[in-house]
């Protein structure tokens, strides 16, 4: 056994969480066979690394990511876009990685990194910290300490006898600790923990977590500083927790909505559009809500996010229309199915 461990305390709100979780993955295994449709489980991906690379300040937005994957010419900066085509090529990589394997993490980074900087596939050779903007959050260890760390978590990992969505979080806040590379330290993190995670069930290899961790970004960083100032990251494995929660919330509605919009409905929206819109429809249902609380119910925070990809496309495709279209900013402004 290493004597390797990780600073954590398990305690009731992280009990809580597990056991919300595994109800919510035994009802998505049991009613949907353990499977994600095809286009779903496309969509799912394009997100996941829109999201994961807007953590990283990449600037495309989601349209602009459909279009790059779909082979289109899209304007924008290169290393951008390439960042796009990375990101593709290391989670198509997803199902055959091992996530045991040091080689195969070096393998994924090459692929994420490739052309972007020049130690990709590689360790670090120099120092380097975790940034909020332009606040330093965490200094990493130096260079010289990286193999013998990550071999340590790696070998912690496949011993510790907790529960995978626990040690997988515990794991995720080791790496970025241990920030092992030069850059794409967060993007490898975010997708480890999903791979660690596919391990145990596979639909988390086409979950979108990394979408709610946008949506909370300020909240990751904050738990990130917490962690390191406490020596304990119990608060950074709830909030893992918690969003993994809320992603399984959003694919369980997702699913169940492929059957609940009628053809009218679908006839009239893109495959790029079709899902978030059927999400907004089913929670609106035959109610007039407003847009905090259609965010309530489909688990969303960040309104940016909701009106882009939710409520404007629902609204010029006459799906939903404004309770007071006079005013489209009144602060009773409520919305209803056409």
């Given at each position: 056994m290493s004597d390797y461990q990780p600073p954590f305390h398990i305690n009731d709100k992280a009990i809580t969480l597990l056991a919300e979780i595994s109800e919510q993955v035994g009802r998505i295994t049991v009613l949907q066979e353990g499977n994600i449709n095809p286009h779903l489980r496309r969509e799912n991906r394009i997100r996941t690394i829109h999201s994961s690379l807007a953590i990283e300040h990449n600037s495309l937005s989601l349209e602009q990511v459909t279009a790059i994957l779909n082979g289109k010419r899209v304007l924008g900066k290169p290393n951008e876009i390439k960042e796009v085509q990375n990101a593709y090529d290391a989670y198509e990589l997803m199902l055959t990685l091992n996530p045991s394997s040091?080689?195969?993490?070096?393998?994924?980074?090459?692929?994420?990194?490739n052309g972007l900087v020049k130690e990709s596939g590689r360790f670090r050779s120099g120092g380097v910290g975790i940034f909020d903007g332009e606040v330093l959050i965490h200094m990493a260890p130096p260079a010289r300490f990286v193999p013998e760390h990550i071999h340590n978590l790696f070998t912690w990992y496949q011993q510790a006898k907790l529960h995978p969505l626990i040690k997988s979080a515990i794991f995720h806040y080791e790496f970025e600790f241990i920030h092992p590379?030069?850059?794409?330290?967060?993007?490898?993190?975010?997708?480890?923990?999903?791979?660690?995670?596919g391990q145990w069930k596979e639909m988390f290899l086409w979950l979108p977590i990394e979408e709610l961790i946008q949506s909370r970004q300020k909240e990751y960083y904050a738990a990130l500083g917490i962690a390191d100032k406490k020596a304990d990251c119990a608060e950074f494995v709830e909030l893992m927790l918690e969003i993994i929660r809320d992603s399984l919330n959003d694919l369980a509605l997702s699913q169940s909505n492929t059957d609940q919009v009628s053809d009218q409905d679908t006839d009239q929206v893109s495959d790029q559009d079709k899902a978030p819109i059927q999400r907004l429809l089913s929670v609106l249902g035959d109610k007039e809500l407003s847009a905090t609380e259609i965010m309530e119910r489909l688990g969303l925070s960040h309104r940016p996010t909701f009106r882009k990809n939710y409520l404007t496309p629902a609204l010029e495709k006459k799906l939903i229309e404004r309770t007071i279209p006079d005013k489209p900013n009144s602060k009773n402004q409520k919305y209803r199915k056409c």
């Open positions: 040091i080689e195969d993490l070096l393998k994924a980074h090459k692929a994420m990194m590379f030069a850059d794409g330290n967060g993007r490898m993190g975010r997708m480890w923990h999903s791979l660690l995670l």
